[in-house]
């Protein structure tokens, strides 16, 4: 968006940022003060005024007068006091008074647009100053027509500061839209790489936990294949199977739901959060999935972002611990209100925790950490000294009311569909 443009500043559109080029300025104010220098003569030779008709030095004062007119914007004051070294003798001389007048205004109205008004002020006063001293000195007539000057002499002076103050205004509309629009790419920026994550995140968490069952379900009926081929346990490969196409099945249902979200716009209604009251269920798939599971939950009310922080939690924490405690891993899992928010605590006592090198995480528990910091709450992750791995969260409960409003707008797939007995653990994703 051009402010420029917006604001109808002449040109706006065509002119390149920057300054603005010196020769091309050199020959806007050599070709006003060609007009102006023509003007004059005109004011010279057919207007009858005061003072005589200029003779060869007083055409000469008159278009030399206008000479520092071409460097009336490089250098203002300059080229202004040049201007009065001729014009002040002109005037003594008592040539035609009306014929300078179109560049001397021009000269002071410059002055006072590209200086301080103290400044213009000050020259204002000394020109006015200098011409009554003149006018009287040549009778009190004289003088006494001269006042009648002096109102526009501070007319023009008042018209240049004017001009000045509305120009830096301008500037400073111009300035603070183009810093607004500045604001407003930057927020939009961050806006598009929040939303990216969340939806790296939320289709994690949906998506590669299912695809990991769908490997280790695999290798089951791999395993019993080969383990003795003349004792085939047909029943136990059809039950893996079977186990994989239904997670398959929920996979594909839980992306269908998540491109709906994606696709709907931000007016649709949404599907619930999931909360504490689904934690059953993954407790229910993890010892499906050969787990000993033993729970400690508390039947609390919470805000809708601090169940689903804590669902997604759970859910990550019993994934990393089916996938990567060993064969059948014990893991206790509480869930207790307390005086600063909700305590989740998932601990197993596997003994294939991955180890991963130092200073980095797996985007399970990035995931993890990003759900807390989603509610203003802390999670600490990391192996057991004992044996195994513990996911400890605290989530407060106030801090997550701002919050709420916020979240419900993530990628919200059902979680009451009537599948298998594995389906809510597949909501989740591995580590």
Not at 34 to 63: K, S
Not at 373 to 384: I, K, M, N, Y
Request: charged share 20%; with cysteine.
């Amino acid at each position: 968006m051009d402010v420029k443009r917006l604001l109808l500043l002449p040109g706006a559109a065509t002119r390149r940022p920057g300054p603005p080029d010196p020769a091309r300025v050199l020959r806007q104010d050599a070709l006003l003060a060609a007009v102006m220098l023509l003007a004059d003569v005109f004011l010279a030779l057919g207007v009858r005024a005061d003072g005589r008709q200029p003779d060869a030095l007083g055409w000469t004062l008159l278009i030399a007068a206008h000479v520092p007119a071409v460097w009336r914007r490089r250098a203002p004051l300059v080229s202004f006091l040049g201007m009065v070294a001729c014009v002040f003798p002109y005037h003594a001389l008592d040539f035609n008074h009306t014929a300078p007048i179109v560049v001397s205004l021009a000269g002071l109205f410059t002055v006072a647009m590209t200086g301080r008004p103290l400044r213009s002020a000050i020259i204002g006063t000394a020109v006015i100053g200098l011409m009554l001293g003149v006018k009287f000195g040549q009778g009190m007539a004289e003088g006494t027509q001269a006042l009648r000057v002096t109102g526009w002499i501070v007319a023009v002076i008042l018209l240049g500061v004017y001009a000045r103050v509305h120009q830096q205004y301008l500037a400073s509309v111009v300035e603070r839209a183009e810093r607004a629009e500045r604001t407003r790419e930057e927020e939009a920026r961050r806006r598009v790489a929040e939303e990216r994550l969340r939806v790296a995140r939320d289709l994690h968490d949906l998506l590669a936990h299912s695809i990991t069952l769908v490997g280790v379900r695999t290798s089951v009926a791999a395993h019993v294949l080969n383990a003795d081929p003349d004792r085939l346990d047909r029943a136990a490969v059809a039950r893996a199977l079977d186990d994989i196409a239904d997670t398959c099945r929920s996979a594909r249902g839980e992306l269908r739901a998540t491109l709906e979200v994606l696709r709907s716009s931000p007016d649709e209604a949404r599907e619930p959060l999931p909360g504490l009251d689904g934690i059953p269920e993954l407790l229910s798939a993890a010892r499906t999935a050969g787990a000993s599971v033993h729970a400690d939950l508390d039947t609390v009310t919470v805000p809708p972002a601090v169940g689903a922080a804590a669902y997604r939690i759970v859910q990550e924490a019993l994934t990393n611990a089916v996938r990567h405690g060993g064969p059948g891993p014990t893991v206790q899992v509480t869930v207790r209100q307390g005086p600063g928010g909700l305590a989740v605590s998932v601990v197993d006592d596997g003994t294939a925790t991955p180890q991963l090198p130092p200073g980095t995480s797996g985007f399970g528990l990035l995931g993890m950490k990003e759900r807390a910091r989603s509610v203003l709450g802390t999670l600490e992750a990391g192996p057991r000294a004992t044996g195994g791995f513990e996911v400890a969260a605290k989530l407060p409960l106030e801090g997550a009311r701002g919050t709420a409003r916020a979240t419900t707008t993530h990628l919200n797939p059902p979680t009451n569909q009537p599948t298998n007995g594995a389906t809510a653990l597949e909501r989740g994703s591995a580590g």
